[in-house]
Every structure is written in structure tokens, then in C-alpha cells.
């Protein structure tokens, strides 16, 4: 009975050997069928990029550019790097928008490929909601809705841009491409584009803003009238109603200034 019992367990010993040798086995030979697959479609994909990069159906013959109102095509062909006679598949797409858009009037540059030779870009650009006048600076910065300095860098008022008296920063240079990235000036370019809606300012012309770094304002309307609002910016529109018919009024010109930082408005004349 022993010895039948011994054979037996070497028979199922046996048996559970080859199975975990057949189960190995037919790990090892999918795991190189799958290897094989991949190597293959490498392969195929490797021929299909050299064949899409050498082939000369491939070679760009248009570019095309939205019209833009700032920056020049010659400008913007000069910083994407990409020229007739390129093959349109080694252009890195990425790469081009990134190079645009360290352009100071570029917002965002879009770009595509339009087979089997056209390379597409579509530019938006940035437009000035105002210009930045710093003490003790000549220049005038024009500046976008976010604050960034755009080109031309002035070096008297623009016409017709907002004038911003900036009286926050003490920063000694800027140039095209910085930012104004601080708490007092955003707080200006929400008023303005505020102002741009509103039914009473909209119209002005020949607007400027004096901030401090208190982040008091005064908004000056031509030849020399104030309007102090200091931090509530939400002053002028609750009042909008009551600063019209003080604007309309035909003696304005002889209001020293319009004071809007009480409850009851002040009204101040020479």
C-alpha cells in the first residue's frame, strides 16, 4: 500500500511539473509573439516617418497667415522658422506657437497642418486697453487687458488709449513682453474694462487714471476734471445716474472735481 501510495504522488507530481512547464512555456512564446508585434509595427512606423519626411508630395508650398493688424507676416514667418520647401512633418507645431508667442503682440498662435503641403497658422493678437505713464519715466506702455507691455514702447501719449498714472512700482526699466503683474493695476484694468460697458464713461474721450500705491483712484476727464472714487471702483456705477447729469451739466467745464468716495456726492467747483 506504501509503495502505491509513493507512485501515486510522484505520477501527480509529474503531472503538475508539465503543467507548470506547458503554462511557462506558453507564457514565454505570447510574450515574444507580443514582442515581435511591436518590433514589426516600430519597423512599419519608423519606414512610414522616413518615407513621409524624404517623399516630396510633402514639401510645403503655402503658408497660410490670418490677417493680423500688428505684427507683419515677414515677422511672424521670421520667428516660426518655417519656410517654402520645408517638409511639413519635421515642423514641431508646439515649438512654432511657443516661438510666436514670446512676441509682445501675440496672444496665442494656432497651428496646423493642412496635407499634403500647407501649413496654417491662425494669430491672435493683443490690443492695447491702455497706456502706463510712470514718474520719472519718459515712456509711455501701452499695455493689454492683462497687463502685458506691448510694442511700440512710447515715448509720448498714444491718442485715444486711456492714460494710466502709475504711481505703484519703482521698478527702473521695463520692455515689450513683462508683465504688470501686481494688485493695484489689475485693480485698474477691471475699472476700465468696466468703463468700456458703462453708459456714462463709455463715450469720453482723452480718459486717464491716477493710482497710487494705496490703491486710491481718480479718474481725469479733459481739460482738468476729477473724478474721486479712491478703492470703492464700484462707485461710479451705483451713482452712474447721478454722475451723468452732473456730466451733462452745460457748466461743467467750471467742476474743480466730482468726489464719490462718501454716500453723498460731492461736487466741487472752481
Do not use: W
Not at 493688424?69 to 515642423?91: E, M, P, Y
Not at 497706456?131 to 512710447?154: A, C, M, S
Not at 452712474?240 to 454716500?263: A, C
Request: with cysteine.
Amino acid at each position: 500500500m506504501a509503495k502505491r501510495s509513493i507512485a501515486k504522488i510522484k505520477s501527480s507530481n509529474a503531472r503538475s511539473t508539465k503543467k507548470i512547464f506547458s503554462a511557462i512555456k506558453n507564457f514565454v512564446v505570447k510574450q515574444i509573439g507580443c514582442i515581435v508585434i511591436v518590433v514589426i509595427i516600430m519597423y512599419c512606423m519608423v519606414m512610414i516617418k522616413n518615407y513621409a519626411q524624404s517623399n516630396p508630395l510633402f514639401k510645403i508650398t503655402t503658408i497660410d497667415v490670418n490677417k493680423t493688424h500688428f505684427v507683419t507676416r515677414a515677422n511672424i514667418l521670421t520667428s516660426a522658422h518655417v519656410k517654402k520647401g520645408d517638409n511639413i512633418f519635421k515642423i514641431n507645431l508646439k515649438n512654432v506657437a511657443r516661438r510666436l508667442e514670446k512676441i509682445p503682440r501675440i496672444k496665442k498662435a494656432e497651428i496646423a497642418r493642412l496635407l499634403p503641403n500647407t501649413i496654417r497658422m491662425v494669430i491672435t493678437e493683443r490690443y492695447e486697453v491702455a497706456q502706463v505713464k510712470i514718474p520719472f519715466h519718459k515712456e509711455y506702455y501701452l499695455i493689454d487687458e492683462e497687463g502685458h507691455i506691448l510694442t511700440p514702447i512710447l515715448t509720448k501719449p498714444g491718442r485715444d488709449v486711456l492714460i494710466i498714472n502709475a504711481q505703484f512700482t519703482q521698478k527702473s526699466e521695463f520692455a515689450a513682453g513683462e508683465v504688470f503683474d501686481n494688485a493695484p493695476l489689475k485693480k485698474v484694468l477691471k475699472l476700465i474694462k468696466r468703463m468700456q460697458t458703462s453708459a456714462v464713461l463709455k463715450n469720453e474721450k482723452d480718459i486717464s487714471i491716477t493710482i497710487d500705491n494705496r490703491e486710491d483712484m481718480t479718474i481725469v476727464l479733459p481739460p482738468s476734471l476729477e473724478i474721486r472714487i479712491g478703492k470703492n471702483t464700484e462707485a461710479i456705477f451705483e451713482k452712474q445716474d447721478m454722475l451723468r447729469e452732473i456730466l451733462n451739466d452745460p457748466n461743467r467745464d467750471s467742476i474743480r472735481y466730482i468726489d464719490m468716495r462718501f454716500n453723498d456726492v460731492v461736487v466741487k467747483r472752481r
